[in-house]
């Protein structure tokens, strides 16, 4: 389930090498068999834990099957993993339509590179996937995940149409997505989060990814990390401009 060729998922057997320059090679919007899912170590803040969303109710049970069957598949993902030494145990899966159309899984210790997470290759795979070729230019139409569809009835957003993304998917991760997946989980506009440990499961392991959730509530001055608001704002404001000025933007 994880043997996909170089343009998907570049398998680490070709050597440290091959699997950085094949990542390379697809531009950003390859997707590797997985970036990792690095949690971060950190102290420990379980009780400011987002409540974990109940499990199903009144599915059909050939459908639960099915959604097993890709829960099943992540944690084969995240346990290759571990056995291999590429990261910790964390996979996830991107189905659509009832295909899988992404996979990810955590290669931190492979790659050296601490955003290598499961959810975000993921995301990259399924991407990669959906879209006829390269987007360059101004080729955003049918067919690609950059087409424009409404936004949602009553959503606050000041944008009319945004892009599709990967919105109608499902994704399914064998613990519960840190807060930067979750973000990624939001821009992807995945319509559904699938996840099978909790974020207290995960913290038992050494990964605690809650506090950083309790940590983002706070005013930026009582942050973990020291963080500079407003730095240079009329610097940063020149880059704003230049998205506003430009006649030909696309929303996403």
């Known amino acids: 389930m994880t043997d996909f060729d170089c343009k998907h998922s570049p398998r680490p057997e070709l050597g440290r090498r091959s699997f950085i320059t094949c990542t390379a090679v697809a531009a950003g919007v390859a997707a590797t068999g997985g970036f990792a899912d690095a949690r971060s170590k950190s102290p420990k803040d379980n009780a400011a834990a987002p409540t974990q969303p109940a499990a199903d109710t ?57 955003v290598y997470h499961a959810e975000i290759t993921a995301i990259m795979d399924a991407s990669q996937r959906l879209n006829p070729k390269a987007l360059l230019g101004s080729d955003y139409g049918a067919g690609t995940i950059l087409e424009m569809i409404p936004r ?23 613990g519960a997505p840190c807060p930067m997946c979750m973000s990624a989980i939001y821009w992807s506009r995945i319509s559904h989060v699938y996840f099978a440990a909790s974020l207290e499961d995960t913290s038992h392991i050494g990964f605690d990814d809650a506090f950083q959730y309790a940590d983002f509530k706070k005013p930026w001055d009582q942050r973990s990390i020291a963080v500079t608001p407003n730095f240079e704002r009329d610097v940063g404001l020149t880059a704003y401009r230049a998205w506003e000025d430009k006649k030909d933007r696309h929303p996403y």
Do not use: H
Request: with cysteine.
């Open 58 to 114: 009144a599915v059909p049970i050939q459908a639960l099957e099915e959604k097993r069957k890709f829960m099943e598949e992540a944690a084969a993902l995240a346990t290759e993993s571990v056995e291999k030494g590429w990261g910790g145990p964390f996979g996830a899966v991107i189905v659509k339509d009832g295909k899988v159309i992404g996979r990810g899984q955590n290669r931190v210790l492979l790659t050296g590179c601490p």
């Open 152 to 174: 949602e009835p009553g959503s606050p957003d000041l944008v009319p149409e945004r892009a599709k993304m990967l919105k109608g998917c499902e994704i399914y991760i064998n």
